[in-house]
């Protein structure tokens, strides 16, 4: 199976949104911050607390929600030159190879550590911070349903 493509930024920046709010360790981070904020606000508004608290809570989920959907995501986009080449992937028996203007490298299926699939995007993992980014568009539904048998069958599915 072989596919051309390249990325789009809006679309890249969304499937990173995806990567993080996927991290366990972010997911459960927002919810204790979530949760403070909530006591302090009940807190607060039954005069309980003075509004220091409150505050505090809802400036770190603020600055946490700015940093997990426009930060980290626009900055991963513009230091990574990756997003702005074009691409020829190959899904083959044994392994699977990404060509580009600069080269080419071969990946093993036993390199993978998971994947899964958000609405515009393969996440292929190799580590849990490490991972590469296939984009379904301009993928018939016939080649996505095949790629999505081989990436099950090749390798294990992500817990969302």
Wanted: proline share 4%.
């Amino acid at each position: 199976m072989q596919f051309n493509f390249s990325y789009d930024k809006k679309k890249v920046i969304q499937g990173l949104r995806y990567h993080f709010m996927s991290r366990p360790e972010i997911r459960i981070m927002v919810i204790l911050v979530n949760v403070f904020a909530i006591i302090a606000a009940v807190l607060f508004y039954s005069k309980k607390i003075r509004p220091e608290p409150f505050l505090l809570g809802s400036c770190i989920w603020l600055f946490m929600m700015l940093s997990f959907w426009y930060i980290l995501p626009t900055t991963i986009y513009k230091r990574n030159a990756t997003f702005k080449d074009r691409f020829t992937i190959f899904f083959l028996e044994d392994k699977v190879r990404l060509e580009s203007t600069q080269g080419y490298v071969d990946w093993n299926w036993q390199n993978f550590s998971g994947f899964f699939e958000s609405p515009h995007f393969f996440h292929l993992y190799f580590s849990t911070k490490l991972f590469f980014l296939v984009p379904k568009d301009n993928m018939g539904t016939e080649f996505t349903h095949e790629l999505r048998g081989m990436l099950n069958k090749r390798i294990t599915a992500m817990k969302k």
